[in-house]
């Protein structure tokens, strides 16, 4: 599976941006997809997960809320919603697949190139 994010971008606080991430290959549909980001200076975290039938979902409490994570087989591609951005969401976003379910980013088998999220005060 390769991966493609895309999405990013400037945005004032209180605003909202909407991340996609493509995928190739027949197994997308199969694998448990999810968001990590990465702001300067920081570990890469977890941000949300999505399980292969859209049914099951896990987010960070930083994020319960506000953003929403989707997936469409069909065009084998993901998406994050995030609204009610604050400047503490600036980081770089990278969409990732892996056989099964967690927070650590070691578990994912695939990543994204990653997209940049800034966010103003």
């Known amino acids: 599976v390769q991966l493609q994010a895309c999405g990013g971008g400037l945005v004032e606080a209180g605003g909202a941006l909407r991340l996609s991430c493509a995928a190739s290959g027949r197994t997308f549909s199969t694998n448990v997809m999810a968001w990590f980001r990465q702001a300067p200076g920081k570990e890469r975290e977890f941000v949300v997960s999505i399980g292969p039938t859209d049914i099951n979902k896990y987010y960070a409490d930083s994020v319960k809320g506000r953003f929403t994570i989707s997936r469409d087989n069909g065009k084998n591609t993901g998406y994050l919603q995030m609204n009610s951005l604050k400047p503490e969401d600036t980081a770089v976003y990278y969409c990732?697949?892996?056989?099964?379910?967690?927070?650590?980013?070691?578990?994912?088998?695939?990543w994204g190139q990653g997209t940049q999220v800034t966010v103003s005060s």
């Open positions: 990732a697949a892996g056989p099964i379910f967690s927070v650590s980013a070691a578990t994912y088998s695939y």
